[in-house]
C-alpha cells in the first residue's frame, strides 16, 4: 500500500459523502462512487488498505453466479467479508465494494474479500490488489467489440496473475485451465454425462494444441470446446480433477459431488449444465477458503439461481421465464436456447438480446448474431419466436437460416410493444430473453404479458 497523500484524503472524504447522498436518494451506489475516486485520485486503489486475504472469481460466462452463490454461503456461516455481489466487475466497482466496507479514512473493516473482477480490467486492479485465489469460470470469445479472440483475454491474465496466487479452474476448459502454469492450482468439473450435451456448437474456441499445432482429440464435448481433450503428438490436455459431479437427478434435483474428503449429496441450482458448473466452483473455491463440506451442503439447501439471471412464475396458468441470454455473447445465447428446447412443454421465446448500446452507437460488427446456435430453436416444441430491437431484421435472417419456419418467426422493431405480439394461447411456457442492459425493457414486456394472461385466464 502507498504512502497517503492529502489528494488521497480529499477524495476519500468527498467520495464518502457522496455515498452518503446517493444511499440517502434510494440509489445503489455499487459504480459512481469508484468512478468518482478513480477520476479524482488515479491511483486511489493503491493508497487504499486491503483485507488480509483478497479472492477474485473471473471468467467469460457464470462469474456472477458463482461470486454471489459463494457470498450467500459465507454468508449463511457467519464470515464477514467484502463482496460486489450487484455485478459491478470492472475498477470502479471493485473500488466502490472496498470503500463500503472501510473506515471514513480508507480503514479495511473486515479479513476477507471475494470480489467479481472483469478480466479485461486485470491490469488496472491486480498491480494494487495482488489476489490470494483466483477462480476463473471459463473462457471464451466474448462481446466481440472487446474480447473477440479467448486467447487475447487468457494472454492479459497471464500477465497480471501473481506466482503466489492459487489457482481454482474448470478442468473441462483447456483455455482457462492452463492458466498461470506455474502456480499452485486444483480444478473442478464434471465426470458424468449431463443429459444435454451439445458437441454440435457453431463456435469451438481451441481445436488446435497451443503447444505444438497438432489437431486435438476430444474425448467428449459438452458444449463448445467445453469437454475432456489430448494432443496426440504431446502431453498438453485436460488435468485430471479434484471437485467433480458424479452423478446428476434432474428429476428429484440432487446431485453426488466428490471432493478430497470424499463424496457428498448436493442440492441442484438448476436444470441448465452451466448452473452445475456455477455450483462445483462455488463449492471448490469455498472448500478451498477452508469451509467444511458439511457446512456448504447444508448452506446448498437453502441456495437458488441468482434471480436476476433467471426468475420464473406462474400467471394465468402459464409460466412466464424472464432469461438473462448477453448482447454480444454467443456462447452464453446459445447455452440458454440449447436449456429452452429441452424444456418441458410448447414454448413461445422473445428474442430482446441486442445490445442496448447498439442502438445509439451502432457496430457493422454482427457476427455474433450468426455464431448463435439458433438451430436448437428449430424445435416443434418452440410455437413462436418474437425478434425485437434495433437489429430484429438480423436475427431474422439468422433464424431462417437456422431452418426455422417463416410462419414461427414474428418481427417487432421495439422491444417494450413486444407483449402485443405474443399469442397466448401457442404456448404453456413464455422465455423473455434479454440483454444485461436491456432489463428494463425486458420487465416492461413481463409486465404486459402477465397483464395479458390474467385477462385472459379472467375470460376462459
Request: charge should be negative; proline fraction near 3%.
Amino acid at each position: 500500500m502507498k504512502k497517503n497523500t492529502v489528494r488521497f484524503y480529499v477524495t476519500i472524504t468527498i467520495v464518502k459523502i457522496a455515498t452518503k447522498i446517493l444511499k440517502l436518494m434510494g440509489r445503489n451506489a455499487t459504480h459512481l462512487p469508484g468512478w468518482l475516486a478513480n477520476k479524482m485520485c488515479p491511483d486511489f486503489l493503491g493508497h487504499l488498505e486491503k483485507p488480509e486475504k483478497l479472492v477474485y472469481i473471473t471468467g467469460t460466462n457464470g462469474k456472477t453466479t458463482v461470486s454471489n452463490l459463494t457470498a450467500e454461503i459465507l454468508k449463511d456461516n457467519g464470515y464477514d467479508y467484502i463482496n460486489n455481489a450487484s455485478g459491478s466487475n470492472v475498477s470502479e466497482g471493485v473500488v466502490s465494494a472496498l470503500l463500503a466496507k472501510s473506515s471514513f479514512f480508507g480503514k479495511a473493516r473486515c479479513n476477507l474479500a471475494v470480489l467479481e473482477v472483469d478480466e479485461r480490467y486485470s491490469p488496472l486492479i491486480y498491480p494494487y490488489m495482488q489476489p490470494d485465489y483466483i477462480l476463473c469460470t471459463n473462457l471464451f470469445r466474448d462481446s466481440y467489440k472487446r474480447n473477440a479472440h479467448a486467447e487475447f483475454i487468457s494472454g492479459i491474465l497471464n500477465s497480471q496473475i501473481p506466482a503466489h496466487t492459487k489457482m481454482i479452474l474448470n478442468g473441462e476448459d483447456l483455455i482457462s485451465n492452463h492458466l498461470a502454469m506455474g502456480n499452485d492450482r486444483c480444478y473442478f468439473g464434471i465426470n458424468c454425462p449431463d443429459g444435454h450435451s451439445t458437441p454440435n456448437n457453431i463456435i469451438k474456441d481451441i481445436i488446435a494444441c497451443p503447444e505444438c499445432g497438432a489437431k486435438l482429440e476430444y474425448d467428449y464435448i459438452r458444449y463448445n470446446h467445453i469437454g475432456r481433450a489430448h494432443c496426440p503428438n504431446c502431453d498438453f490436455g485436460s488435468p485430471d480433477m479434484d471437485y467433480t459431479v458424479e452423478k446428476i437427478d434432474y428429476e428429484n434435483h440432487r446431485c453426488m459431488v466428490k471432493t478430497p474428503e470424499g463424496l457428498y449429496d448436493f442440492k441442484l441450482i438448476g436444470n441448465n449444465v452451466t448452473d452445475i458448473y456455477n455450483m462445483i466452483a462455488a463449492i471448490a473455491l469455498l472448500s478451498q477458503l477452508g469451509l467444511d463440506i458439511e457446512k456448504i451442503q447444508t448452506s446448498f439447501e437453502k441456495m437458488k439461481i441468482t434471480e436476476t439471471r433467471y426468475h420464473s412464475e406462474m400467471v394465468g396458468g402459464k409460466e412466464v421465464v424472464m432469461n438473462l441470454a448477453k448482447g454480444q455473447n454467443p456462447i452464453a445465447c446459445s447455452r440458454v436456447c440449447d436449456f429452452i428446447r429441452h424444456e418441458e412443454g410448447t414454448k413461445t421465446v422473445v428474442c430482446m438480446v441486442d445490445d442496448f448500446f447498439d442502438a445509439k452507437e451502432s457496430s457493422e460488427n454482427i457476427a455474433w448474431i450468426f455464431d448463435i446456435d439458433f438451430e436448437f430453436l428449430n424445435d416443434d416444441s418452440i410455437k413462436q419466436i418474437v425478434l425485437t430491437g434495433v437489429r430484429h431484421q438480423d436475427f431474422h435472417l439468422r433464424l431462417l437460416m437456422a431452418g426455422i419456419p417463416e410462419e414461427r418467426i414474428v418481427c417487432c422493431e421495439h422491444e417494450v410493444d413486444a407483449a402485443k405480439y405474443i399469442d397466448c394461447d401457442l404456448s404453456d411456457k413464455f422465455y423473455l430473453l434479454y440483454d444485461v442492459y436491456t432489463i428494463d425493457y425486458a420487465n416492461k414486456v413481463c409486465a404486459d404479458l402477465k397483464k395479458k394472461l390474467e385477462e385472459r385466464g379472467e375470460e376462459a
